[in-house]
């Protein structure tokens, strides 16, 4: 297969950036319980995945191998996408994927500290950024805010965490069964977290009916859209452009997420949150720097090794 050209491997990777921007809008536009659209989210995308994979049978490599693997790996990402949900009910979808994308941190500090590396500036400056963003978005008004906005907060930064371990696991996974394609296990976590997400549902009483054309078109838009189609466009670009413009390209999902929260529901932010989200999303653009950076020198120790 030939490698794209910088100019299409950048609009592969906005294009999915773009597509996943909509996900908290979707899942805010279902009419459905927060557990419900993360359930949907799954079943959709495992009809997309299923799509995929009878299309292209190369994609199929692996199906059938380390569904224990895959299973654990769906418990950190079953917590993230119940987390996230939850936290767009209360906060909103711009601010919920602003918060999940600190996971960059969560990546970072556990890397650092499996590795014992010393922390770099990049890191440093990232997190001191975002961490005064997070306070100017949150932090000057904490005691007015209502108790369910705080639990959105708390909720989102959880995300974070979540998301973090399922990029960590998933990572470790694949490292250790090379043979198993990433279409392929996308599907056995996706079809595994369908399967979680539904026992929650059905645990916490919510119902799976899909009450109207509207909140049916959210969901599929949600499952095939931002959980196959945008993450497959992002994956198949990432690899030929530089880590720099990487970062820059990936943060259009969460500024896209606050636009569209402005435009839809109506969001309104003061200008000190206004400039929280811009050190937030410059803190967050250092911290993948700092991510990607300490990718590069583990990979030249691996080929050394």
């Known amino acids: 297969m030939t490698p794209p050209s910088p100019l299409r491997a950048a609009l592969l990777v906005t294009g999915g950036a773009v597509m996943i921007s909509f996900a908290a809008v979707f899942a805010r536009l279902a009419d459905v319980a927060p557990t419900s659209s993360g359930f949907y989210r799954m079943v959709f995308g495992c009809v997309g995945l299923g799509i995929l994979l009878l299309a292209q049978r190369h994609t199929r490599a692996g199906l059938g191998s380390n569904w224990s693997g895959s299973f654990f790996i769906a418990l950190f990402f079953t917590a993230d996408i119940w987390l996230w949900h939850q936290s767009i009910f209360?906060?909103?979808?711009?601010?919920?994927?602003?918060?999940?994308?600190?996971?960059?941190?969560?990546?970072t500090a556990?890397?650092?500290?499996?590795?014992?590396?010393?922390?770099?500036?990049?890191f440093a400056s990232g997190l001191g950024l975002a961490s005064l963003g997070l306070w100017l978005l949150f932090g000057r008004d904490w005691a007015a805010l209502s108790g369910e906005y705080r639990l959105g907060?708390?909720?989102?930064?959880?995300?974070?965490?979540?998301?973090?371990?399922?990029?960590?696991?998933?990572?470790?996974?694949q490292i250790r069964h090379p043979g198993i394609r990433p279409e392929a296990r996308l599907a056995q976590i996706t079809l595994c977290c369908a399967v979680m997400l539904g026992l929650i549902n059905f645990a916490e009483g919510n119902s799976f009916a899909i009450p109207d054309t509207q909140s049916l078109l959210a969901?599929?838009?949600?499952?095939l859209m931002c959980q196959v189609l945008g993450w497959l466009l992002i994956t198949r670009g990432m690899p030929f452009l530089p880590a720099?413009?990487?970062?820059?390209?990936?943060?259009?999902?969460p500024s896209l997420s606050i636009a569209w929260?402005?435009?839809?529901?109506?969001l309104r932010l003061n200008a000190w949150q206004y400039l929280g989200a811009a050190l937030a999303l410059m803190?967050?653009?250092?911290?993948?720097?700092?991510?990607a950076r300490r990718g590069a020198r583990e990979a030249r120790r691996g080929e050394r090794g």
């Open 283 to 291: 803190g967050i653009y250092l911290g993948f720097r700092s991510a």
């Open 219 to 223: 969901l599929v838009a949600l499952g």
């Open 244 to 253: 720099a413009i990487v970062g820059l390209l990936l943060l259009l999902q």
């Open 153 to 173: 907060v708390a909720l989102g930064l959880l995300t974070a965490l979540a998301y973090g371990l399922y990029i960590l696991s998933l990572r470790g996974y």
């Open 261 to 266: 929260d402005m435009m839809i529901f109506g």
């Open 110 to 122: 556990v890397g650092l500290i499996w590795l014992r590396e010393r922390v770099g500036w990049r």
């Open 90 to 107: 209360y906060i909103g979808p711009g601010l919920s994927t602003l918060l999940a994308n600190f996971q960059v941190f969560i990546l």
